[in-house]
């Protein structure tokens, strides 16, 4: 299965490990310290001459709440942008890039393995993911599989596109 691909109702898929450029913060998205720091992940990429690639967020709170429960300023998150197979060093790229813009000082090289995960295109806002949410979660009951780490949004659409109704979001939540 490919990294940029899921279905429009519930799967489980499995995936290996990845490795891309990341930057972690907390606040809101959309806010000041989430767009400095996609800002910096995407200056990086461009000074590595690597190709573009959808935009990708790992999301936790550290509150008993749901995280619909707990202020957008207290999410924490996980930005991520995919290198491609054989990307060299970053420190080159991040030492020419922080010169003009500081928050460049904080991506770092990441890999992570997934795992095995249920998944699902979200099509339409983000305020409407809930509903997708719910669909994912009833897959997981219905399996006996339980949540097995950090929840994973891979943006395939701009996230400033004004009509969200067009955006196509990847949910993914890795499973045991």
């Known amino acids: 299965m490919s990294w940029y691909e899921a279905a429009e109702k519930p799967e489980i898929a499995e995936f290996g490990p990845v490795s891309g450029l990341a930057v972690t913060g907390r606040g809101e998205p959309g806010g000041a310290e989430y767009g400095a720091s996609v800002g910096a992940l995407y200056a990086v990429m461009g000074a590595l001459g690597a190709p573009m690639v959808p935009l990708e967020g790992r999301w936790w709170v550290e509150d008993e709440r ?30 020419e890039v922080r010169l003009g813009l500081p928050a460049a000082a904080r991506v770092q090289r990441v890999t992570f393995t997934e795992g095995r995960c249920v998944q699902m295109l979200h099509r339409g806002p983000y305020a409407d993911e809930p509903a997708s949410l719910a669909e ?12 097995n780490g950090l929840h994973h949004e ?12 067009k955006a196509r979001t990847i949910l993914r939540q890795p499973v045991r």
Do not use: C
Request: charged share 30%; hydrophobic share 45%.
């Open 154 to 165: 891979i943006y395939l659409s701009d996230p400033n596109e004004p009509d969200q109704a």
């Open 66 to 95: 749901s995280p619909f429960e707990v202020p957008r300023e207290e999410w924490r998150w996980h930005l991520f942008l995919r290198l491609p197979d054989g990307a060299e060093a970053i420190e080159g790229a991040v030492t």
């Open 136 to 147: 994912m979660d009833a897959l997981m009951k219905a399996e006996g599989l339980a949540v």
